[in-house]
């Protein structure tokens, strides 16, 4: 992974020169040398075994510190960008965790791998083998302490919030209270207008963008919506989708974002996103006629507190809320703003869609395909299949 410490060993120990000594011509310094071998033979073979305990004691205070288990405990190590070994160890070392730098640093030598350590929060053992705990560190999905959360396209910012407080245990008030302020988060101000007069009351919907999230333990409610909001702007601008929206659309970003919202709540199969953007345009820009969305309201019920419902039970009164600056059943235009956290396939369908005249659609199976059409006769066929496979009773 590119953020690999790329451990160095900068233990600052060299090897040390070694003189050689030549062997003086003639036959009597070998003889000496014989006569000094025995000698020394004869007195290892006096003293026995008590040379070896010596020489085992002389080894040891030769190698490097090291402890001799597998560690009891718990502690927790921050592993940082760009160190290297000899930092490690000293941290290691001042935790408790290895006795020595020194024997950290010999055990990332020993192993290649050492250069895969990456940079976050790891939970370890105090007093452990310096070499066992490389290897946790290296084990990521046993010992790296993370929060990590998954939002899917097209959750609200509620259900969103809902989901980092649940994986985190972040205090939902806390996600609440940063979310109140997008610009602060990282939206630009350009964001918030729109050429077709309509009222703008920003808000943080639409750009929290869905995927998987990880983070260091200590991460704040603040600092995560931030980076959600720094991956939309990635991928906006990454799709060039500010510029594109205006020059071909005519329209400004955000009401292009708002459209790509519509288009995942309403679509019930990834290929459908773009038709539905388009009927959108159609309907908003073109035929100017309201659009009739039922996840508008729906939407507006879940900002009220009220549980969503399924098209089918929604009472006309709900649909045609007047008080609801997210009716689009008698509301020409597009609502106030999103309605969802759009992902990059319903962003590309809002910024590129297909050409049609399409004014319509309806689901026609239980699998979320939709049919298109662009007059009523075409839309109440396609409604008698609907009802035909179920997905409407007719």
Known sequence: MSDDLGLSFDDGEGERGRHRHRRRPGGSGGGK?????????????????????????????????????????????????????????AELEKLDVVKSQKAFVEAAKDNPRSKEIQPGVYKLRKQMRAAD???????????RQVLKFTVPEGKTVIDTLNIITKETKI??????????????LGVPDFWFKRNDGKQVKPSIEGFLYPQTYEFDPGTNAKQMLTEMVGHFIEVATTLKFVDRVQAERGISPYEALITASLSQAEAGVAEDLAKIARVTYNRVYKAKIPLQYDVTANYWLQLN?????????????????????????SVKGLPIGPINNPGEAALKGAMDPPAGDW??????????????????????????????NGVLTC
């Open 171 to 184: 205090p939902l008030a806390d996600l609440q209270e940063a979310a109140k302020d997008p610009k602060a």
């Open 133 to 143: 705990a490389l290897l946790l560190l290296l084990d990521r999905d046993q010992s």
């Open 33 to 89: 040398t014989a006569v000094a071998l025995i000698v020394v033979v004869a007195i290892l073979g006096c003293i026995g075994g008590g040379v070896w305990y010596g020489f085992d004691k002389i080894q040891n205070l030769l190698a490097a510190p090291d402890y001799n288990s597998g560690g009891s405990g718990e502690v927790q190590v921050s592993i940082l960008a760009n160190q290297t070994a000899t930092q490690i160890g």
């Open 359 to 388: 004014i319509f659609f309806v689901a026609i199976d239980k699998a979320g395909h939709s049919a298109f059409a662009t007059t009523d006769a075409e839309h109440e066929a396609n409604k008698k299949i609907a009802c035909q």
């Open 305 to 329: 507190g009220k549980p969503m419902k399924p098209s089918s039970a929604l009472t006309a009164a709900e649909l045609d809320d007047k008080s609801s600056p997210y009716n689009t059943t």
